[in-house]
């Protein structure tokens, strides 16, 4: 049970803020366990990340009510953006009809040419799971929620990081994609007094020293970071 007078922190996230054992980043690394240190005992932190998390699933209604209108949240944190806007070159609609419809040697081929020109298929049949416009709608609809709390004192955002060069040269239009999704993220946000970024992007931004191997997620030096910049702004800083 809560005690009385703790304030309420809940981070909406994808997979940037949890573990990743494969790399090494256990919990203990990861800036919402560091928050708990740099806060202390008048806040109970609640970490509702979800791996592949976007837009879209984080405004589905029922998590819309259970993690954000009844959350009684006095600080919330948004890193979404990532599943979002990366370059794909399979949709999850066609994932469905390889798996259930496709024979598995035919769906091994389609994978691995897929695969092999993946720059072909990224620059000329672009795709992403959220398109810029439902981007922006389904964010403006996240945050307008947010907003409406009446424990809310302030939205924290970390936006999407860079990503490694390698990323950069397999998938056409990846750096363009980030950035612009940044840039509807930083319009949603700046005629807003009660939200805070964090410049994930301008952290990594040719930079590979924050990431992982990916190029996708961050390492344990990004979430100090992260967990610093955080208790930062919560402590008004």
Known sequence: MIKSGKKILTILGDSLSMVRFDEDLTLWFTYPYLLMDLLGDSYHIVNRSKRGNTT???TNPQYLYDEVETSESNYVII???ICDC???IILKYERFILKYILNKSVRNYYLKFKSKYRYFFTKYFPKTYVNRTLFESRYRVLLDSILKLSTLEK?????IA???DKNKLRSFGFENNIKDYNNIINNLISNHSKCFLIDLYSYTENNSNFLLDDGIHINKIAHQIIAS?????VNDN
């Open 229 to 233: 910049d955080i208790a930062s702004i």
């Open 56 to 58: 879209v699933i984080q």
């Open 79 to 81: 890193q979404i953006g």
């Open 155 to 159: 939205v924290i955002i970390i936006n």
């Open 162 to 164: 860079d990503t490694n």
């Open 86 to 88: 990366s370059p794909r």
